[in-house]
């Protein structure tokens, strides 16, 4: 049966707890940013006008991935990419975003949802520059809600467990790419996508 209401939903899942309720905070403590302070990656959700949904994925050095403008607002630099910037156009048409930020071997997640603009330039981007490198934008975020996520989710899936992955056999990047576009040179993919050279245009 497909689920349509708030009371359906709550009837089979219940209701939080004191303390989940209460986690959720409107501006930033000092143990969320020392979080922020040790994240390497995050994901970027956005929605259009029209409700289509886009997440991203953002990785830097930590203390390059954000910038903690005050207790309310936090940047997040952009770098050289693919420019399709899905994300962004979204952010111009409905400015509400939600953020994961994640710490290699840890379950717990940091959320923080708000409203987003999008600047190019600022007094901190000097402090996000990589090997010489400031960001060519970056995602200004008016927090709305912060809180922390609890591990399950990673300690179902065992992530930080290098005993529980996969062999690597999967098809590489390139050969992805070949199958998705029969049409495009093989040899020129493998070298597209080889991490010496994706190494050479992080920054």
Known sequence: MEITSAEQLRAIVGEPVDLVIKKVKSHLYDVHREW??????????????????????????????????????????????????????????????????????????????????????????????????????????????????????FMRSELWKPESWPDDDLPSTAQIAKRLMPEADEQALEERYAEANYRKILY
């Open 36 to 153: 922020l302070a040790s994240t390497p990656m995050m994901f970027l959700a956005t929605a259009d006008g029209r409700g289509g949904v886009d997440v991203s994925p953002k990785g830097d050095p930590a203390g390059a991935l954000v910038h903690v403008i005050d207790d309310t607002r936090i940047a997040i630099p952009e770098r050289p990419g693919n420019k399709r910037v899905d994300g962004y156009l979204n952010i111009l048409a409905h400015p509400h975003v939600g953020t994961v930020f994640i710490v290699p071997g840890r379950g717990d997640t940091l959320r923080i949802n708000g409203s987003a603009r999008i600047v190019d330039d600022g007094d901190y981007f000097d402090d996000l520059a990589v090997k010489g490198k400031r960001p060519i934008l970056a995602v200004e975020i008016d927090i709305e809600q912060v809180f922390f996520h609890c591990a399950k989710a």
